[in-house]
């Protein structure tokens, strides 16, 4: 292998090299530096003579008699079965001091896209626990559903505790678990930039309920090189589809955060002087996103599938930021975190009525989860939308103005949060508990007002002692 | 894509210069704009978008990982191009027109492979072919001279290419053909065949442009019945995400009384799509029963496929639906969505280097829109026949801030404007169209078709309503100060009758089966009901009933439940609530 130590400028991230032979597009570079650190990176551009190289951990050190090496292969991940239960850096390295990784298989990181037509579409029911999740805004298997939160929201408890309590119901009839171990649930754990304080809290949680034997971590902390955050997740979503597609799991991935994510991709992006689009960021970050969130989802004739929860902070809890809003028409809906709810204490505050999960409808209803779950659902929905707009008017004109419908909305506002959404992060409860909650509160509207759900169903749930909520 | 069959067609090599995402430079390659060429070992598929001297660009319509500097380029000397003829139907294609269940077989792997090719039909299978001119006849470019039967709902007329002469047709049989075998022979010498090759950026020749007097039905009651669209007309939803656009692109996809229906999934999500395959076989055509499907061509390039096949997507898709639109057939083509489409643009544009216009966009961004736009209308064909094309393009605005580019160009063209409320979805009010935002200019010219074939008081009662939500709206203004309660009776009655307007005849369930799709009688019928409600509740409130009680009937509550009764049961159905209706409000007084 021919080394260069032809190294013409070095700026950020950046490294820009001469060559005299030709160096294929994105593949993998080491430079060594004069005190004998190796670097990786890769070939963001590559012509006759000149390349440009994207340094993962920084180009603190390298000088222009640094000598540079080409690999002469793109980026791969080394996938085996073994890798439940390690913990690796953002670079694919194992930082949990176990044994060194033999691999089954080395994987190209990029991925490819899979053919529409080979998809099989996602309509089977995880049931999380969480009533404002099951309830309104159902997962389901080889979804990618996103939490929006903000700095300072408990988005982390709500993953662990979707991590900790995902199951699909008709696992626990046991039947699947004795072909061959087939269906077994495992998480993949990619976080990016995460301070080490969270990091612990996540290690602490996967050790505690021995989660991390069906897990795999990948962890570049916030005092890691931003740049290789744009690795992490796909290293993460390439063990990611081996263990759902060649070994046949069912894949949780949960990636976080994925704005630290995309001020790296800014970083490379100004760093190459490129035209930016909005607020600075990359006109590709639409492309570059969805080719990580698209590595959700089914494939026809496979046993697992990829289900994805990517975490992101909304920088001025603002949704039309642009990493938000790019990420909401790639993903299939998101559950919004509320400052708001937080602060009147829910756990989780999650509002529900911007939240939204664009599977839901095939994945709910009878014989999949029960007969009245769209009904209610929508019924809740629209109840718990009227009473909001009645909390602006009662803080002009009090309660004594309204009328005693209005006055029922209200009500069930407050119910609707303090019974339904806030049930604590180590609350699990089943989808007929659930659905139970829902009609007991919608129990306490007129039987006239429900009307989003089946007049046979109504007679069928509802409660004409409405006196029943109160137990 | 279409494939040079020709392969004398390969004129001269050229050498990679550089690589940088979807974009490589060559040079020596002796290629013209728009050529197609094969870059790398891997013969990757291209397009040449800027010459410089001896150096030419490239964007290139799959993956680039690992192409390196000094790897050939294959030119085929010819602009990127469609195979167009029996077979297009019933087919599900990614963005250059590659069948992606032929991909599927040829990689042998659920994920796309690069440097696979595939013909756009299918180049062995035998159609059979039936003569509709005899030995003698004359014909002219564009005329019919037999048909196959492509589908059971549509017949595939075999036409003489545009470009041809034209002459006496001197040999034609009926019979098994391929599609590259020839059907027909006319005594100038040219030769007929079932397939077509035409260059996407092009559009087909026709004789004349139409206004749009027929309304595209399309079983959506706020769309029939506040802003229809015309058969050959425009029209765009924008609307941010979660508001329901892909929602709305589907049901019209499925429900719209066109004869063909090409859909385009530009830079959308992949199991988007794959409900589209899953689904679109298994439901019946509204029109006909047959299979949907067999009126339909999927284009689908989700997100994670490469860019540049994003940016040619709605060109292949629009060049399929003016060959059908030449038969003589109604098109709809919705394109979800057009955004994806423009920031694929931005995307090769940035990548060039070229000075951007508003937000990045490049400054041809308006250019070519209305480019695009203007390949639908009425027409009438060179053969003498008439087709559409009604072309329905969603937009995806960031932050769903309709000031933005992509929105404010997309709205100078079209006629039409379904405007998607993040608002009325979170309120679960679907389909979220704002009716205060939306207009039709087809309007006026529609009306006529609407007295004569649905009612004779067809506007004056839409029109009703329309005021009717207009008060509302601001009525509602002062109700958030005051208070419901605090508002004259005739005024709160007024809001009462705009509910139903809002929740009985706007809203509009399209996973419960019998409302999906509401036929044209049906939606008048609902509105009349609520109309009928309406005057009577007034009539009631001046002889001095007190407007609680007329809120509290029960017949009212049923406006609500005419969309889910079955079609053929609403007449009766509205027919026994408004007498229940009268009836009840009579006995107040």
Redesign the interface.
């Known amino acids: 292998m021919k080394e260069y130590q032809t190294i013409t400028e070095i700026s950020g991230p950046l490294v820009f090299a001469e060559v005299d032979e030709d160096i294929g597009y994105d593949e993998i570079v080491e430079i060594e530096t004069p005190s004998g650190d190796t670097k990786r990176g890769q070939i963001l551009e590559s012509s006759s003579g000149l390349v440009a190289i994207q340094v993962f951990e920084g180009t603190e050190g390298i000088d222009t008699n640094s000598s540079v090496r080409f690999m002469g292969e793109t980026m791969k991940m080394p996938v085996t079965e073994d890798l439940l239960g390690r913990v690796l850096d953002g670079s694919g390295n194992p930082i949990d001091g176990g044994p060194d990784i033999v691999p089954d298989e080395r994987r190209d990181i990029v991925g490819e896209a899979i053919n529409p037509y080979a998809r099989e579409y996602p309509e089977e029911f995880i049931q999380t626990g969480v009533s404002a999740i099951d309830g309104m805004n159902t997962l389901v298997r080889g979804q990618k559903l996103p939490i929006f939160s903000a700095s300072g929201l408990p988005h982390n408890d709500l993953a662990l505790q979707i991590a900790r309590q995902a199951t699909v119901p008709e696992e626990d009839e046991g039947e699947d678990e004795d072909e061959e171990g087939g269906s077994e649930f495992a998480v993949v754990f990619g976080a990016m930039g995460i301070t080490a304080e969270e990091a612990n809290e996540f290690m602490d949680d996967f050790e505690r309920t021995g989660a991390l034997e069906r897990s795999v971590v990948f962890m570049n902390l916030a005092d890691d090189p931003a740049v290789e955050r744009t690795v992490t997740p796909r290293l993460a979503l390439t063990t990611a589809e081996y263990l759902a597609f060649d070994k046949g799991y069912h894949v949780l991935v949960i990636l976080t955060d994925m704005t630290n994510y995309c001020e790296a991709l800014r970083e490379i992006g100004a760093a190459r002087e490129e035209v930016p689009g909005r607020r600075g960021y990359p006109g590709y970050m639409y492309t570059d996103l969805a080719q990580l969130y698209e590595r959700a989802g089914r494939l026809k004739g496979v046993e697992g599938s990829i289900t994805q929860i990517p975490i992101l902070t909304m920088p001025g809890d603002d949704d039309t930021h642009p990493i938000p809003d790019l990420t909401g028409y790639i993903t299939e809906g998101q559950i919004m975190m509320d400052r708001d709810l937080e602060s009147q204490g829910l756990k989780p505050p999650i509002n529900v009525l911007p939240s939204l999960s664009r599977l839901m409808d095939d994945g709910i209803g009878e014989g999949l989860t029960r007969a009245d779950h769209g009904g209610v659902s929508d019924q809740l929905y629209a109840a718990y939308a009227e009473g909001q707009d009645l909390r602006d008017l009662v803080n002009i004109v009090g309660r004594e103005a309204l009328s005693e419908r209005d006055n029922k909305y209200l009500d069930f506002a407050d119910q609707f949060e303090s019974e339904f959404i806030d049930q604590g992060f180590d609350t699990n409860r089943d989808i007929d508990e659930t659905l139970t909650i829902g009609w007991d509160l919608l129990s306490t509207l007129p039987k006239t007002e429900l009307n989003r759900v089946d007049e046979e169903l109504i007679e069928q749930y509802y409660q004409e002692d409405a006196e029943a909520v109160e137990a | 894509m279409s494939q040079a069959t020709d392969s004398e067609a390969v004129r001269e090599d050229g050498v990679i210069?550089?690589?940088?995402?979807p974009v490589v430079?060559a040079t020596d390659l002796g290629a013209k704009m728009n050529d197609v060429v094969y870059v790398g070992d891997e013969g990757l598929m291209g397009e040449v978008i800027e010459i410089e001297g001896n150096l030419s660009t490239i964007q290139v319509y799959e993956?680039?990982?690992?192409?390196?500097?000094?790897?050939p380029v294959e030119n085929t000397g010819e602009p990127l191009s469609v195979d167009l003829g029996p077979g297009m139907l019933d087919t599900?294609y990614d963005g250059v027109q590659r069948p992606?269940?032929v991909?599927?077989e040829k990689?042998n792997?659920?994920?796309?492979?690069r440097g696979v090719d595939a013909p756009g039909i299918d180049l062995e299978r035998t159609w059979e072919f039936e003569p509709t001119v005899e030995e003698g006849d004359e014909v002219e470019p564009g005329d019919v001279v037999g048909i196959v039967e492509e589908t059971v709902t549509i017949d595939h007329k075999v036409m003489v290419p545009p470009g041809y002469e034209g002459g006496e047709v001197a040999a034609i049989e009926a019979g098994k053909f391929t599609v590259e075998e020839t059907v027909a022979e006319l005594d100038t010498g040219e030769e007929i065949q079932m397939r077509q090759e035409w260059p996407v950026r092009s559009p087909r020749p026709s004789a004349d442009k139409q206004t749009p007097t027929t309304p595209l039905i399309s079983g959506q009651r706020i769309l029939d019945g506040l802003f229809p669209l015309a058969k050959g007309g425009t029209a765009a939803i924008p609307g941010?995400?979660?508001s329901g656009k892909t929602v709305t692109q589907q049901s019209l996809a499925k429900f719209s009384d066109a004869d063909i229906v090409v859909y385009i999934?530009c830079?959308e999500?992949?199991?988007e799509?794959?409900?589209v395959?899953?689904d679109f076989p298994d439901l019946p055509d509204p029109q006909t029963g047959n299979a949907l499907m067999a009126r339909t061509c999927l284009i689908?390039n989700?997100?994670?496929?490469p860019?540049a096949a994003r940016e040619s997507c709605v060109y292949t898709g629009i060049t399929i639906a003016e060959f059908y639109r030449d038969m003589g057939y109604d098109v709809a083509l919705m394109a979800d969505s057009t955004s994806?489409w423009a920031?694929a643009m931005?995307?090769i544009s940035?990548r060039l280097?070229e000075m951007?216009g508003e937000?990045?966009y490049p400054a041809y961004l308006a250019a070519r829109l209305s480019q695009f736009y203007e390949r639908a209308g009425y027409f009438e064909n060179i053969n003498g026949t008439e087709g559409s094309i009604s072309v329905i393009g969603a937009v995806?605005p960031?932050?769903?801030?309709f000031s933005e580019p992509v929105t404010q160009n997309t709205l100078r063209i079209v006629k039409t404007f379904w405007a998607l409320d993040?608002d009325l979805?979170?309120?679960?009010h679907f389909p979220a169209i704002n009716w205060d935002e939306s207009y039709s200019l087809y309007q006026d010219q529609l009306d006529p078709w609407y007295r004569e074939n649905v009612a004779e008081d067809y506007p004056e009662v839409r029109q009703w309503a329309v005021d009717t939500l207009d008060e509302e709206g601001e009525l509602q203004e002062i109700?958030?100060?005051?208070?419901?309660?605090?508002l004259p009776p005739d005024q709160q009655l007024t809001l009462e009758v705009a509910r139903y307007l809002r929740?009985a005849w706007l809203q509009q369930n399209a996973?419960i089966e019998v409302d999906q799709y509401c036929p044209p009688e049906k939606t008048y019928g609902i509105l009349t009901a609520i109309k009928h409600f309406n005057d009577e509740a007034f009539e009631a409130l001046d002889a001095g009933v007190p407007v609680e009680e007329i809120q509290n009937i029960d017949a009212a509550?049923q406006l609500?439940r005419i969309a889910t009764t079955e079609d053929e049961e609403a007449e009766e159905f509205i027919d026994e609530l408004e007498a229940d209706i009268t009836e009840q409000l009579r006995e107040l007084y």
């Open positions: 210069e550089s690589v940088s995402g430079t993956e680039t990982s690992a192409v390196a500097p000094g790897e599900i992606l269940d991909l599927q990689m792997s659920a994920f796309l492979d941010p995400f979660g999934g830079g999500r992949g199991n799509m794959t409900e395959i899953d689908a989700t997100s994670n496929m860019v994806r920031e931005r995307e940035s280097e951007p937000e990045g995806s960031p932050g769903g801030d993040a979805a979170e309120r679960r109700v958030q100060l005051v208070g419901k309660d605090a929740e996973f509550p609500n």
